[in-house]
Nanobody, 120 residues
Framework: VQLQASGGGLVQPGGSLRLSCAAS????????MAWYRQAPGKQRELVAV???????NYGDSVKGRFTISRDNAKNTVYLQMSSLKPEDTAVYYC???????????????WGKGTLVTVSS
């Protein structure tokens, strides 16, 4: 099982960006999917999480600006980021709790991360 994130890049303050993360491999079921981020010199923090049923939760710093969504048919999670600020600059990682077809339990998987830079 692999998670492949894409969509990062350079954006001006106030701009928008959409991240995508697709899970692939021998997948039986995907439970929670989430985005985390890690800024230079800081600990990794939760940005947003979405359950298999579509319930969402957000970190305080992104509430009202970011939206997490998922397409279960495509095993993909998205992060729509708006009103971006310089402090949103970080490497963004996708995370998913996945049960493989050959397993009776789910495991935690991480993507390699995509860099988002907010700067004028």
């Amino acid at each position: 099982v692999q998670l492949q994130a894409s969509g990062g890049g350079l954006v001006q303050p106030g701009g928008s960006l959409r991240l995508s993360c697709a899970a692939s491999g021998s997948i039986f079921r995907i439970n929670n999917m989430a985005w985390y981020r890690q800024a230079p010199g800081k600990q990794r923090e939760l940005v947003a999480v979405i359950t298999s049923g579509g319930s969402t939760n957000y970190g305080d710093s992104v509430k009202g600006r970011f939206t997490i969504s998922r397409d279960n048919a495509k095993n993909t999670v998205y992060l729509q980021m708006s009103s971006l600020k310089p402090e949103d600059t970080a490497v963004y990682y996708c995370n998913a709790d996945i049960r493989r077809r050959t397993s009776f339990r789910s495991e935690d998987y991480w993507g390699k991360g995509t860099l988002v830079t907010v700067s004028s």
